[in-house]
């Protein structure tokens, strides 16, 4: 055998342990350094020159960059990822209700008479304006204006 051959038991279990914390703490790192080029992007209050400048400081100098502006504006990071979040879960609710309404196409005869069935029967309108809110629909006059 020579000298270079590693068996299994050269490697014990403490190397083991710390190859996977240094691993993993380098995975941490890259994750941090996303989350700040992204919330340099993300951030409206900034200028497009700081912009410029935290990303040339993380660039040219990544932990200390990323240490500072963590210290410096980490406090609002997770209000941007969380505003940013809510935004689109806004988006995605009115997209699907917009979906679920069925877009720009108008509601059938038959869909307002059971709407305003419903309303009667939960007592909004009388028996007279249930009439009144039919024979408009049945006529194919639209319901807001006389």
Not at 14 to 31: D, G, N, P
Not at 45 to 65: E, M, N, Q, R, Y
Not at 134 to 144: N, R
């Amino acid at each position: 055998m020579s000298g270079d051959t590693y068996l299994a038991y050269d490697y014990p279990l403490l190397s083991a342990f710390w190859t996977m914390l240094v691993f993993f703490l380098w995975i941490m790192w890259f994750v941090l350094l996303f989350r700040v080029v992204l919330d340099i992007f993300r951030d409206d209050d900034l200028s497009g020159w700081a912009k410029t400048g935290w990303l040339v400081f993380c660039i040219v100098l990544p932990f200390l960059g990323v240490f500072v502006y963590v210290i410096a504006r980490g406090k609002n990071m997770g209000r941007r990822e969380t505003a940013q979040a809510r935004d689109q879960q806004k988006a995605f609710d009115s997209y699907i209700r917009e979906t679920a309404r069925g877009g720009d196409t108008p509601t059938s005869s038959v869909d307002e008479l059971a709407r305003l069935s419903e309303i009667r029967a939960r007592g909004d309108i009388t028996d007279e304006e249930f009439a009144k809110a039919k024979q408009l629909v049945l006529s194919g006059g639209s319901g807001g204006s006389h």
